[in-house]
C-alpha cells in the first residue's frame, strides 16, 4: 500500500547540478519527516538532509550551502535541489518517510558525479 519512489538521479559532470524527486503515496505525507539519505560504495548510509512536518531543515556539513531540501505536502514530495556537485556525492540516494515508530524506504536512485 505504501510507495516511496526517488527520480531524478543519472551521471553528471563535476560542478553540475541534478535534482531528485521523492513521491510517497499510502500515507498521511504531510504528518511524516522525510530525508534523503545515500551511500557511497564501502561506506556506511548517511543522512543528507532532513526536512521535518513543520518544514524544519538539517543537512550533512559537507553538503551545506549546495543542497537544498524542500518538500510540497499538496504533492505528497520532497525534493533535493543538489548544485556544484563533486565526485565525492557519487552514492545511491534514499527517499525515507518517518512517522513515530512508522519508517518508509524508496529502492534508490543512482547519482555519478565524474568527468
Known amino acids: 500500500q505504501v510507495q516511496v519512489e526517488e527520480s531524478g538521479g543519472g551521471l553528471v559532470q563535476p560542478g553540475g547540478s541534478l535534482r531528485l524527486s521523492c513521491v510517497a503515496s499510502g500515507i498521511i505525507f504531510s504528518r511524516y519527516d522525510m530525508g534523503w539519505y545515500r551511500q557511497a560504495p564501502g561506506k556506511q548510509r548517511e543522512l543528507v538532509a532532513h526536512?521535518?512536518?513543520?518544514?524544519?531543515?538539517a543537512y550533512l556539513d559537507s553538503v551545506k550551502g549546495r543542497f537544498t531540501i524542500s518538500r510540497d505536502n499538496a504533492r505528497n514530495t520532497v525534493n533535493l535541489q543538489m548544485n556544484s556537485l563533486a565526485p565525492e556525492d557519487t552514492a545511491v540516494y534514499y527517499c525515507n518517510a518517518a512517522f513515530s515508530v512508522r519508517s518508509y524506504w524508496g529502492q534508490g536512485t543512482q547519482v555519478t558525479v565524474s568527468s
Open positions: 526536512i521535518t512536518s513543520s518544514s524544519e531543515t
